[in-house]
């Protein structure tokens, strides 16, 4: 989250041995409220364990956020009065409903310091792990595949292109007609510059594909500048170098190799966090959920489909949303504060491909503001 909408990111220029650049943003969030960028789960980033037996979880996860938040308010009482939000994008869509509630269920016994929680927001979120099924249609949608392969699929599939029988020959051959179909498009953006080299783990279950496809780092040969993982090789090289490491106050000894997402030992005990969001709006917290609308990984239409499973009565329905009288996406407004809008030519991490749209989105939403 931090380079898709803090302060500073990897200045994406060609690698001539140096550290490298970091350039200010001037779309960081951090101008409209004051934000912590922690590193967690244990081992992402610096971070580590001293019991080096301890295994991660979607659970733990949710757990030490908790803890590790209001140990920072002891420390930072003066942040106390604060309005409280938490959000990501991505994977962050199973844990953070979780966190929320189990932060508002401290609050509930009382825990101190009190929280002053008012919601959460998540980007282009995976929420039921079946996100994978509502692809097809999307690339219908989007012109990557024929009708005749969408008819197909619907046929021979029924709608189920994650959990397939084995002895379903004809599914199989349709969902390998439509891997080769979209082979050679970039998941997390459609539009964007495909690279060869991006992870290929579209035909695995959900919880494996993102273990692997987030867990991704790179090694020789060297990206193509054009691709988005040329700034996730240019990030390791920075964050591996000695002098960075000193700067940061790394401590010796403790993480001997920066790698961009690490995935060791981690557990996914979190299967489905629609539960979470239906908990969490009866208690009344406002919440965002947004997605680029070019995004493969996690399809906008997915992120309608639980929405619409709430039942929720719409306030303000279906219309554009504007910058500067230009459309930047769409949005909806439901009942119990939940907003849902898309980052029109975004992709699957929304604020990096479109940050002024990002932006905007966020600053109108934080104030209360109608998109």
Known sequence: MLKLIGPITMEKKEYNGSIPSLVLRPQSWTKLCNIMFAN??????????????SHRSDRKFVHHVHQFIRKWLIDHPEFLSNEFYVGGDSYAGIPIPAIVQEISNGNGKA??????????????????RKEKNDRISYAHGMGLISNELYESLQQNCKGEYIDVNSKNVLCLRDLQYFDKCISGIKRSHILDYYCEDEPHVWRRSLTQEFKESLSYHLTPPVPDLRCQLYKFY????????????KALHIREGTIEKWIRCYRNDFVFDITNSVEFHVNLSKKGFRSLIYSGDHDLVVPFLSTQSWIK????????????????????????TYSNQMTFATLKGSGHTGPEYTPWAGFVMFSKWISNTPL
């Open 111 to 128: 825990l101190q310091p009190l929280i002053n929680l008012k919601g959460y927001l998540l980007g282009n979120p995976v929420t039921t």
């Open 234 to 245: 240019l990030n390791e090289i920075w964050a591996n170098e000695e002098r960075v490491r």
């Open 40 to 53: 967690l789960p244990f081992g992402t980033g610096f971070s580590y364990a001293k019991n080096t037996s």
């Open 309 to 332: 499973g709430l039942n929720y009565s719409i306030v303000d329905d279906w219309r554009s949303w504007l910058i500067k009288d230009q459309v930047a996406g769409y949005t909806r």
